[in-house]
């Protein structure tokens, strides 16, 4: 029997809330080049993904946060989630101050805050994962 292994990334995104807005990037890069996505990126060596997910939310938006303030809102696995192969993230929410200021760094081409239910079709499944911090906003654990 032979056995077949998966290359699987790992990589941490975060809903970042201020004032019924979520927090998008543009993406400035493929793949989706263009589109808007949640914040978020790669889990680097020796990094937590809760530490991950405050460093790609500064990276990109310039929105400092503890990590510790971080919510887990779930792993997020579908098997064609990324085009570029098996990725797995782990979503974090976080809300934010009403004053909270993001300006586009990293690879974001640009940010926005986009009302909650104005949310439709983001990159990868990043709809289904504000779906489910929406979910978790109303019905906290």
Same mark, same amino acid.
């Given at each position: 029997?032979?056995?077949?292994?998966?290359?699987? =990334? *790992?990589?941490?995104?975060?809903?970042?809330?201020?004032?019924?807005?979520?927090?998008?990037?543009?993406?400035?890069?493929?793949?989706?080049?263009? $589109?808007?996505?949640?914040?978020?990126?790669?889990?680097?060596?020796?990094?937590?993904?809760?530490?991950?997910?405050?460093?790609? &939310? &500064?990276?990109?938006?310039?929105?400092?946060? /503890?990590?510790?303030?971080?919510?887990?809102?779930?792993?997020?696995?579908?098997?064609? =989630?990324?085009?570029?192969?098996? #990725?797995?993230?782990?979503? #974090?929410?976080?809300?934010?101050?009403?004053?909270?200021?993001? $300006?586009?760094? /990293?690879?974001?081409?640009?940010?926005?805050?986009?009302?909650?239910?104005?949310? =439709?079709?983001?990159?990868? /499944?990043?709809?289904?994962?504000?779906?489910?911090?929406? *979910? =978790?906003?109303?019905?906290?654990?």
């Amino acid at each position: 029997m032979t056995e077949t292994f998966e290359t699987i =990334r *790992y990589t941490a995104d975060v809903v970042c809330i201020r004032d019924g807005a979520v927090l998008l990037i543009e993406r400035g890069w493929p793949p989706h080049k263009g $589109q808007f996505a949640l914040p978020g990126g790669h889990v680097d060596p020796g990094e937590t993904s809760r530490t991950a997910a405050a460093r790609e &939310l &500064l990276e990109e938006t310039g929105v400092h946060v /503890d990590p510790w303030d971080l919510t887990l809102i779930g792993i997020f696995d579908t098997p064609d =989630r990324d085009p570029r192969g098996r #990725y797995v993230t782990a979503a #974090y929410l976080i809300t934010v101050p009403a004053d909270t200021t993001a $300006q586009a760094g /990293d690879d974001a081409a640009a940010v926005r805050w986009t009302p909650l239910e104005n949310v =439709r079709v983001l990159a990868f /499944d990043h709809t289904d994962i504000v779906t489910t911090a929406r *979910y =978790r906003l109303h019905d906290p654990f």
